[in-house]
């Protein structure tokens, strides 16, 4: 859609909240999203969809969306994806960077203005038809690097931080990352976490009784890389170890799907100065990244 | 001679049992039972080998129910050979085994020919590595020389290729996995888990006992570290120590500068067109004989990239302040990389990992190694 039969986005328009801000305004006065983004979908002349990644603090949502730019960047198969805005890059290149030296890259901070965004231009070919090709699908895409700590302060006292209530009813495809280690290990935290994140989802954008949540999302269960059986068969890991959030997607979803996905091949850990333990990736081999952005990117128009 | 199981109704040893039942109705009677008896016997002596030769062989035809309805089949289906005597051992693949164990049976008349095909046979297998000393990085990064160390190497051979499906097979259709020798104490009540998909013993990714239709030549993957070593003691050879594996990956010559020996087998610089990883572009594991430009001057092929190698050695690395990293289980190194190691630098000669060796990954397999004294005679071969 060209930005310019849409008058109502202006440079100043927050594209997550839709508050008009002041002029020169760095960060929206009412979610602190950056108005760069506004800035760049003019200058694209597109209005871009957003798909965000949530999930609790340490279940690896700046691993996974890290690693998921840095391959799409690499243009790999029917996905081309360009980055838009030298913002965009800063994630994927804090990311490597720190893999490449054995470290995690640290936590996100709570505080929305520090959050890392990217905006992406993603072209996916599509398969040939009969005899023809058919039109490549193309769609500007903004993802948010947001904070666990905030989002859990969020499900704790709802409307505390605006950008995830605006984010959440915004997005047109979720990814819900789950921490398969935990969920394996009998913690029942993960599940009930993903639970209360698609009960409120399902409080701001849900309908009546009989009307599902329609927004594609995907489950993914994170750090699968130290458990084959999530890999082997994603939703039968999910209905035995995290059997409230599968009985909620099957209940109150329309269009959902399971995934697991793994970035590192094994972790070891030192122990701080307070004997707290730090996470050291051993190597690197990305495993099913891309397929549940590939899931979620192709259900959203 | 085979015979088809619909013809098993020729069988003269039940010719022989219907003979007696038929006398049995005449005198004197126990001449029938005898001859009845005697047909029993025989037929059960003679066919009851070929019985269960014509099971196993049969098999992938016709897999076990729990997987009749995925089904990939063995299409690579190397003929049952015989283990209990030495040219069916050699079809095994175990070599090594049977020239190590030759003072129980070279005195066959033909023992010197044997022997001499055993180790021509095993000589195609494996790449000499001569003596040296490899530096082996102390700490993740490598940057930290403080922790570095050398360690001495003794000539030895090691794969020209890491373990196929097509060779694993012979050890799963072998017993492998009954065969207590081959396993240490501590793991055995652990080694009936070690199923494929279908619940057969037998690697992760496989299903009824057999590797995927068309993967003979392919690595064999989702075996854990004990299945590894239970599989080199099968043949007779061992998994080589990391300072080994390294050895035959950057092919140190013995003298040069301490501190000059190569990332890649081919040379100093990664090139993806020599070796599978991520940039590579292949997603899978291929065959084991594939990227010849990438082999070591002994022509042993893929240790970088494909799949990661599991070694004898346990995994021990720090920090760059010298902390020692901890992990949940004792660890063994893995060495390599693999079709889907993301880090170029991750898939050199030198780069040290760990997994838990109770891991069975899709991307870790093996290779086989053998001190070159344990058989003086192929060495001077």
Sequence with gaps: MSVATEPVITEQTCLICGLENEPESMVCAECFAPMELAVQAIRQQAVPNIISVFGDSNVGKTVYLGMLLDILSKHPEDLTAVAKGVYSIDLQASLVMHLAMRKFPPKTPSEPDHWEWVYYQITQERAKGRGRKQPEKQCDLIMPDLAGEALAAELAEPRSFQVIVSLLGISAGIMVLVDTLQARSGNAYQDFFALKLLSYLDDIVGGTRKQKIRKPIAIVLSKADQCEEAFDDPERFAKTNLNRLWNFCYTRLENFQFFATGVVGAQGYILDEDENRVAIPLYVEPRNVLEPFRWVFSRVS | MALHRKYRWFYWPAWLAGLGAILALSNPWWVAAAVAVVGLVVGKVLFSGRATDHARAAKPDAPAKAASHTAPVVDERPPAPDERTIPGMLQQGRHAFVIRNRD?????PDGEELLAHAISQLEATLGFVPESDVLIRGTLTGTSEAHDHHVPIEPFLIGAHTVTNAMYQHFVDGGGYENLDLWPEDILPLVLEFCDRSGELGPHYWTGGRFPTGQGNRPVVGICWYEAAAYARWIGQRLPNEAEWQMAAN?????????????YPWGEAMDHERCNIWVSGRGEPVDVDEYPDGGAPNDVRQLIGNVWEWTDSDFEIRDQKGEQILTDFP???????????????????????GQNPLARKHNIGFRCALSADAIPMLVSA
């Excluded at chain 2, 129980?104 to 066959?108: F, L, Q, S, T």
């Design chain 2, 331 to 353: 660890t063994k190194t893995i060495r390599g990389g693999a079709f889907d190691t993301f880090f170029e630098s991750q898939a050199s000669s030198e780069f040290r990992t």
């Design chain 2, 104 to 108: 129980k049976w070279i005195d066959h």
């Design chain 2, 251 to 263: 092919w140190r010559v013995a003298g040069s500068s301490k501190s000059y020996q190569r990332a």
